[in-house]
């Protein structure tokens, strides 16, 4: 099967959420947008209103050399048990 029939086959709430995680979750391991804007953090959350914070903490999974694999199964499991 191909990846892009594969993809698109899912279910649009698992197609948002998994490719919300490994977008984030990239941009994160790379740099380009700093683990700390997005993770969740109360006094931001209520103190500044940075409301994003819930939703962002969902998405993001801190890539590491120690957390690759675990990254991967999560991404399983979002679309395994969708």
């Given at each position: 099967m191909d990846?892009?029939?594969w993809y698109r086959s899912l279910p649009r709430f698992t197609r948002y959420w998994l490719t919300a995680t490994v977008v984030l979750s990239?941009?994160?391991r790379f740099d380009v947008i700093p683990l700390?804007?997005?993770?969740l953090d109360r006094s931001a959350v209520f103190g500044k209103l940075q409301l994003w914070r819930c939703m962002t903490?969902?998405?993001v999974f801190p890539i590491s050399s120690n957390t690759a694999f675990h990254f991967l199964i999560n991404c399983f499991?979002?679309?395994q048990y969708r």
């Open positions: 990846a892009g029939v990239m941009l994160c700390h804007w997005l993770h903490s969902l998405f499991f979002i679309v």
